[in-house]
């Protein structure tokens, strides 16, 4: 079996598999290198704690536990699925029985700013330390981009004692995941920090000759900056396939199991997997931890010949920490859910409703309250299940 | 296998992942809103659920030692 992508998801798959007792030869790749790594703490202690790396997912006794063949500093540039093999950047073929699809997804971008320096994306640890030693410089930050990514890194920066600024260009932050009341509350939560919070605004150009010296705004507002993080979503990585497999701008083409279409024993787990949802039968695409863990889970069960006749089923559990406040949301929200408000004895939980049934829960340092709806979500989900 | 189960709470910052993973081990404390393990716990069988939620805590707070 070879597993393309040593995130959380293509270590988890490989973790379950042997757990599960599945003995057969294994190959991780990976394009990054060095030892496999956690990503959640790149947009908060890593960029906040000189000397502070991400956590290792695979070490070198864990990997001689699971008995895997890694390979790092490896991109797989191709695949040829009628013989089953994977072209590599430095002209490897590598056969492959059992594949998994975990490359993950990176940074869009925005084509108007790569004249300059000084512009920055979060991706990779890299990334993370690239923006940790220019903060050290003591910049005037912008972050353009009011999603999970930008939020923390304006909460890193201002922990810092740093400048902030960040152009949303939604009404909202977070408002692709959050219903209005709910962003409304993590938008006071940033101003009550001091960050300057600027949404329904667009980037229309950079400022400055080589080096960024500002970003000019749609309103034609001249905002200074001395390092800008741009964190506006991500695309999963699928050049790769080819055109063997469908795939679209938002992801490979997976059934409501995992399974990639146009390939047989195949499948794909984390950002990269586009699969229809159990529940509404739309197609669905996440880029969470805890999401990914659960499909690599599933996947592996299924490689490993367990009996899986269930479609794969997520709450969605999401968090994440700004400004100190754990936030924590699960299910979902949106159009045709209401969403009420109710204080805790430590925060604060929104809860979303369709009608009488709870359908998610967004917390402000309300942890039990949170799992006590995940839970309820998580039952839910079972019950349907059989 | 039995383990030892040890929370860092300097670490641990109530993700609620490891309750999901072994509701019958873990809870979040109703004071502190951290990991705690359940009064008669952890049993001899409770060990594939342990390793599943020591893997499953974001920040590793769960230790787990053979005993």
């Known amino acids: ?386 | 296998m039995s383990y030892r189960v040890d929370i860092d709470e300097t670490l641990c910052n109530g993700y609620g992942n490891c309750v999901v993973a072994a509701p019958e081990v873990f809870d979040l404390d109703a004071e502190s809103n951290i990991a705690v393990v359940l009064p008669g716990h952890p049993v001899e069988n409770d060990g594939p659920a342990l390793r599943e939620a020591a893997t499953d805590c974001p920040v590793r707070a769960i230790v787990l030692s053979e005993t």
């Open chain 1, 1 to 386: 079996m070879v597993v393309v992508g040593a995130s959380v998801a293509g270590v988890r798959v490989v973790q379950a598999l042997r757990s599960s007792g599945h003995d057969s030869p294994v190959v991780l790749v990976d394009r990054e290198n060095g030892a496999p790594y956690d990503k959640p703490a790149l947009s908060k202690e890593v960029l906040t704690s000189p000397g502070t790396d991400p956590s290792v997912l695979l070490d070198d006794a864990g990997l001689r536990d699971l008995d895997v063949d890694l390979r790092v500093g490896t991109t797989i540039t191709g695949i040829a699925p009628a013989t089953r093999q994977l072209e590599s950047s430095d002209g490897e073929r590598i056969a492959f029985g059992a594949l998994v699809v975990a490359t993950g997804s990176a940074p869009r971008r925005i084509p108007l700013l790569d004249a300059f320096t000084g512009v920055h994306y979060l991706r990779t640890r890299a990334d993370a330390e690239a923006i940790r030693a220019a903060f050290a410089q003591r910049p005037r930050v912008v972050v353009v981009g009011g999603g999970f990514v930008g939020l923390e890194v304006a909460s890193s920066a201002r922990s810092l004692g740093l400048e902030v600024t960040v152009v949303e260009a939604a009404h909202r932050p977070a408002g692709r995941v959050l219903p209005a009341a709910v962003a409304d509350h993590l938008a006071a939560l940033h101003r009550e920090h001091s960050v300057r919070l600027l949404c329904g605004r667009t980037v229309v150009g950079g400022l400055g000759s080589t080096r960024i010296e500002g970003l000019e705004l749609d309103d034609g507002t001249r905002l200074p900056a001395d390092l800008v993080v741009v964190g506006i979503g991500t695309a999963p990585v699928t050049d790769w396939l080819g055109g063997g497999v469908p795939t679209t701008g938002d992801g490979v083409h997976c059934d409501p199991g995992l399974a990639v279409h146009g390939l047989s024993r195949t499948w794909a787990v984390g950002d990269v997997a586009a699969w229809p949802d159990a529940e509404t039968g739309h197609p669905r695409r996440t880029e969470h931890w805890t999401t990914a863990r659960e499909q690599a889970a599933y996947v592996a069960k299924v490689i490993a010949g367990g009996q899986v006749s269930e479609p794969f089923r997520t709450t969605g559990y999401v968090w994440s920490d700004q400004h100190g406040t754990r936030i924590q949301h699960v299910g979902r929200a949106g159009p045709g859910t209401v969403t009420r408000s109710e204080p805790t004895d430590t925060g604060r939980l929104f809860v979303h409703c369709r009608g009488d049934e709870v359908t998610g829960a967004t917390a402000f340092d309300a942890p039990r309250e949170l799992l006590a709806v995940r839970r309820l979500l998580t039952t839910g989900n079972r019950e349907v299940a059989r």
